[in-house]
Each structure stands twice: as structure tokens, then as C-alpha cells.
């Protein structure tokens, strides 16, 4: 059976101050037996701290974005052996925002896939459809380019560690969510496409975590749809209350 995976993305919230409370207030309130995996995914400047602050738990790490290349005059990027070195297991990449707000094209993300996995990191691979692709009936096209650019190259040695997340950009910090039945239909169409490129087990065991607008009062129904095996928060992963209770929720 696949895992649960729930993701927080801090996005950029939180200083020093505030990532060592936050994650203390959700380390004294995870059960103990709670067999969901656990990955939060602070903003580069927190990476370090909230490394020391989760070991000798079973949470894990993951930065929100990387360059590709190795080292060198990259002003302003961070690599993905920069990542390791703090503790990163994991890396978001080709999250909307980073796609939309910085222009990041389908090439540049599958770079920075490859790149991640040659670095021993696992990607936790955004993809999703605007509200525009929405309405003009093209949400499927949409995905399946995403999935077909970004994954190009990809083996299937490597894509057993890639996780994906299925993000409408229309209810990204919208409040407004995909209906479980709208969510469960792209992710079986996400993990049919993986598993015709790579293979029915590939897909099988394929971990697609659903994110835009999960919260307490959503999180259950979309959980439990038979595709969905994780979310990626964002607002609601800023309050320990509420992370607390989408973890439970799964
Ligand atoms: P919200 O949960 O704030 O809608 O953000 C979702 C998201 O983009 C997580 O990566």
C-alpha cells in the first residue's frame, strides 16, 4: 500500500524565531505511532536550524526550490549538494509559483529534476493547470505536458524516487479547493500516464499528493479519495493547530 505523504510548504513565512517555535509546537503535538511521513519544508534561511531541531524524529526535510547547476556564479541560487549539506532528503521543484511569478519554463524544471536526483535529493514534482486551462476544458493537456517535459529523460530507476503533487493553480491560496472528485480524477490520470511510460508497478506505487487550499475541513475527504496519498500544505501548515489536524486527518 502507498504511504501518506504530508508536505508543509512555509513558502516565505517565517524567521529563525518563528520556524523554531512552529516546529517545536508541531513536534509536541505528532503522535507518536503516526504512520504518515512527515516533510516540512521551510524557507532556505530556517534549512539548518529546523534540521537540528527534527532529528531523532521521523520528520523529514525538504527545501522549497534549487539551481541546477552544480556551483559557480549563480547569484542568489542555492545547489542541491548546498541543500544536502544542511539535511534536505527532499526539494520541491517546479512549484506554480515558481513557474508563474519566476517565469520557470518546463526545461529549466527538468533540469533541475535531474539534477536533484544525481544529488541523491527526491523531488517532490509540482504540476497543475490555471483557472484559464480550467474553464477552456484543456486541464488535461495541460498535465500531461507538464508531465511529459518534465519528466523527459527520467529513468525508471530515478522516478521511484520523485513524488508528484497535483497543485490547481486556481486554488493555490484561493480558498478555493478542488472537489475531491475533481482532484481524484487528475491524479488517476497522472498515475495511468506514469505508469504507461514507465511501468503498471511505477505507477502503482507512485505517491501523488494533492495541494491548494487543504485544510482541517477538507483534508479528510480528499484524503481518502483512492488516488490522492498526500497533500502539500501551505496556509494551513503555518499554524501548528492546524497542520496538526490535516496530519491526523490522514
Ligand atoms: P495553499 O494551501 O495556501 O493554497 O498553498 C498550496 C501550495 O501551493 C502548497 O505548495
Given at each position: 500500500m502507498r504511504r501518506k505523504v504530508i508536505v508543509g510548504n512555509w513558502k516565505m513565512n517565517m524567521n529563525l524565531h518563528q520556524s523554531q517555535k512552529l516546529v517545536s509546537e508541531i513536534l509536541n503535538g505528532l503522535g507518536k505511532e503516526s504512520k504518515v511521513e512527515l516533510i516540512l519544508c521551510p524557507p532556505f534561511t530556517s534549512l539548518f536550524e529546523v534540521n537540528s531541531l527534527i532529528k531523532n524524529t521521523n520528520v523529514k526535510l525538504g527545501a522549497q526550490n534549487m539551481y541546477f547547476e552544480e556551483s559557480g556564479a549563480f547569484t542568489g541560487e542555492v545547489s542541491a549538494e548546498m541543500l544536502k549539506s544542511v539535511g534536505c532528503e527532499y526539494v520541491i521543484i517546479g512549484h506554480s509559483e515558481r513557474r508563474v511569478i519566476f517565469n520557470e519554463p518546463d526545461e529549466l524544471i527538468n533540469k533541475k529534476l535531474k539534477a536533484a536526483l544525481s544529488?541523491?535529493?527526491?523531488?517532490?514534482?509540482?504540476?497543475?493547470?490555471?483557472?484559464?486551462?480550467?474553464?477552456?476544458?484543456?486541464?488535461?493537456?495541460?498535465?500531461?505536458?507538464?508531465?511529459?517535459?518534465?519528466l523527459d529523460g527520467i529513468t525508471s530507476e530515478e522516478i521511484k524516487r520523485i513524488t508528484i503533487a497535483y497543485e490547481p493553480v486556481w486554488a493555490i491560496g484561493t480558498g478555493k479547493t478542488a472537489t475531491p472528485l475533481q482532484a481524484q480524477e487528475v491524479h488517476l490520470f497522472i498515475r495511468e500516464s506514469v505508469a504507461k511510460k514507465y511501468s503498471s508497478s511505477v505507477g502503482e506505487n507512485l505517491v501523488i499528493q494533492y495541494g491548494g487550499s487543504v485544510k482541517p475541513e477538507n483534508s479528510g475527504e480528499l484524503l481518502s479519495q483512492k488516488d490522492i496519498d498526500g497533500a502539500l500544505v501551505g496556509g494551513a501548515c503555518l499554524k501548528a493547530d492546524s497542520f496538526l489536524s490535516i496530519i491526523a486527518s490522514a
Open positions: 544529488n541523491d535529493l527526491k523531488p517532490i514534482f509540482c504540476i497543475g493547470e490555471l483557472l484559464e486551462n480550467r474553464e477552456n476544458g484543456q486541464t488535461i493537456q495541460v498535465i500531461s505536458n507538464q508531465l511529459n517535459k518534465g
